[in-house]
Each structure stands twice: as C-alpha cells, then as structure tokens.
C-alpha cells in the first residue's frame, strides 16, 4: 500500500508535536509546588493539544475545512505560547511548549493562507 505525502507534511508534524509538549507540560505543571499560578497554563495546555489534534485531522484529509480550523488552531497556540512564556525563565517544560507552540502556529497559519 502506497501511502500519499500531505502537502502540509510539515504542519501535520508540527500539529504532533505540540500536541505532545502541551500534554507534556499540563502534566509537568500539576506536578509543580505552586499549582495555582499554572491554572491558566493548564488549561490552554489542554485546549491546545485538543485543537491540534482536530487540526491535524482535518488537514491529514484534506477537508474542506482546514484552513478554518488552522487559523483557529493557530491563534490558540499563540495563547499557549505567550501564557507558557510567563513561566519559561523557572519551568523548562514551559520554555519547550512555548518555542514548540510557535512553530506549530507558524506552520497552521501557513496552511490557512495556502492556495489550492
């Protein structure tokens, strides 16, 4: 069985692996002593991850909705980025999330304004 390559191989990887840090982070961050500060962390940790994976989804089968749903995911990862940014100086899984959740942002917005 010969399996296609995705035109947006790049951001389907990108998806997975930002799927990957967010939960890697949420997980990392209930772990922590000062739970409390991290609750907005948390939860943008999880409703990254979540868009990512429909994201990653829509955009493996070329749905008619990719761009759509990209453009959102891209401007979740960017509030994941910048909340995970507050604590990236004292949290590495922080500082990895947030460089990870750039780059997924970058590569959702590129398949957003993708031509056919």
Request: one cysteine or more; glycine letters at 0%.
């Amino acid at each position: 069985m010969d399996v296609r390559v995705n035109r947006f191989q790049n951001a389907i990887e990108a998806l997975n692996d930002c799927i990957q840090a967010c939960n890697s982070c949420l997980t990392d961050s209930l772990l922590e002593q000062e739970i409390s500060m991290l609750v907005d962390c948390i939860e943008l940790d999880r409703d990254c991850a979540d868009i990512c994976s429909l994201a990653m989804q829509y955009i493996s089968r070329d749905s008619r909705f990719a761009k759509e749903i990209a453009r959102q995911c891209a401007q979740v990862c960017d509030a994941c980025a910048k909340e995970c940014e507050k604590h990236a100086t004292t949290m590495e899984h922080c500082r990895v999330c947030a460089e990870i959740c750039r780059k997924c942002a970058d590569e959702c917005r590129l398949v957003a304004t993708a031509t056919e």
